[in-house]
């Protein structure tokens, strides 16, 4: 006897082993037609499989969350099939699902072109219209190697080797096509439809190992159908339109190049933009009780060591010896430059909780392959702090932090942000017990505040659990920005204390926070949220004052010097150029507004006020256009 636990409840019973299209059969064939997959005690597996024990029992369709890895796992083998008919010789090494679609790596003396993708798209659409039954078949494990090995596929057979010896050798067959995979899949070819493209290729090293040989990768996207898949191709369209690379150029904001790569060369526009950043962080965290310190840029091996940077962070610093033989290293983190400063004269329980911020640049290696403009970089600005308290003030102090990343983001126009909340790992440092109290005040923080939040279990750091703020942008992407860490490992490696109330050494708990996370990143963020047109308290040059004859060069430099005067970042334009083309290119720039001045206005003491992506014009007198810019320019906060 079998019996299924459904998701309402329910249950049903069966007499001996079942698989889960007879179950969705006895429910509907409305059911049956749409099944992809089933889960069994919340774990993905294959319709045609059979159940033989008790379970809790559900069914998959397209419109289920877990249909869309299961889709696009789907999608990598159906492309793999078909390359293999196309090209013969490839040979097939691995694909999985990724974020919105997914790749496989094919091993190929000519290279692909894009022409390939065409041919090769065509061909997947024939296997789906095949509806080739998709079969899950265990091997012994030479069998498997030897059928690889006799097919050519070396690269196969090599996966199929490293496999633990405890470990089925799944392969999945659809038509002629046998792949090593550990599933689950589609019942067949026909189940994934249409609602897929191929996008792009790219070169990827066998394993990830850059000492292997490069392969060829192919990248494609799937979706449950034909509308989410066009709205997913307009995003990308409308995210290419917003590219910062290409708007940072266009507005002339900042560039890379070769003798620095991953590092950024800010223009004076892109500066004014930073500084702004920063200056709306330091006057939210002087509200906020935070001061403010600066630490050294390249500090001794031995700090690093006593960190545990240099045993676990190595590959990833930058470091110099000098003719004396030391050995030093840019910071590739602030805390250990923090804690000194913490560390400096005697703390007091009284003096808690402490907090520290800095605007600390860091520099840590990236391959040159992930480099992406100012969204990752060598060399980058952290709104770091660090928040020393005592274990009764942890939960407060979470709570405190966790509001002001949530008021900050909303100041910057983002009203979506997800949190997720990342547990223990098994390699960790510390008891269960103080992971215990570090959770605990995490998901604490969260439950008192009302604020929902995901699990990303077991992805905490090696010292401590971990928050992460996910935003939301304009056109539907997820960008992870601010962090929120607590850690007993660095106060203990670094003998950190305070004197409590009976004047013994006490180790304080250490918050990490970072609310913009890297501030080159968060400006990339913000230039394609708002595709350039940047709220007037952001934009680097928020007016521009542009003339219409020579007559009223005079009064433009008078409009000019009164919008200084009021703290407006303004610039004038008395070219001898027709007004058409100045308003063309400052709105290409995205400068977001314009005070157009002729003769008429230069008599009459007024100006023309057009906005960004306007095609009206209001006629205003300069002093009351000047407090209408005054009070947008103001900002969120009062000051910034």
Partial sequence: MVTLTLPDGTKRAYDGPVTGLQVATDIGPGLAKAALAVKINGELSDLNLAIEQDCAFAIVTSKDEDALALLRHDAAHIMAEAVKELYPNVQVTIGPAIDNGFYYDFARAEPFVPEDLEKIEKRMAEIVDRDEAITREVWSRADAIQFFKDAGEHYKAQIIESIPEDQDIRLYRQGNFIDLCRGPHLPSTGKLGKAFKLMKLAGAYWRGDSNNEMLQRIYGTAWADKKQLDAYLLMLEEAEKRDHRRLAREMDLFHFQEEAPGAVFWHPKGWRLFQTLINYMRKRQEDADYVEISTPSVMDRHLWELSGHWENFRENMYTTQTEDDRVFALKPMNCPGGIQVYKQGITSYKDLPRRIAEFGKVNRYEPSGSLHGIMRVREFTQDDAHIFCTTAQLQGECETVVKMIMEIYKDFGFEDVRIKFSDRPEKRLGSNAIWDTLESALKGALDQMGYPYSYNPGEGAFYGPKLEFVLRDAIGRDWQCGTLQVDMNLPERLDVHYIDEVGDK????????????????????????????????????QVVVATITSDADAYAAEVFAALKSAGIRAEIDIRNEKINYKVREHSHVKVPIMLVVGKREADEGKVAMRRLGGKDQEILALKEAIDILCDEARGPLSGS
Avoid: K
């Fill in 506 to 541: 006490v180790r304080p708990v250490m918050l990490h926070r970072a609310l913009f996370g890297s501030l080159e990143r968060f400006t990339g963020i913000l230039i394609e949220h708002f595709a350039g047109r940047l709220p007037l308290w952001l934009a680097p040059v």
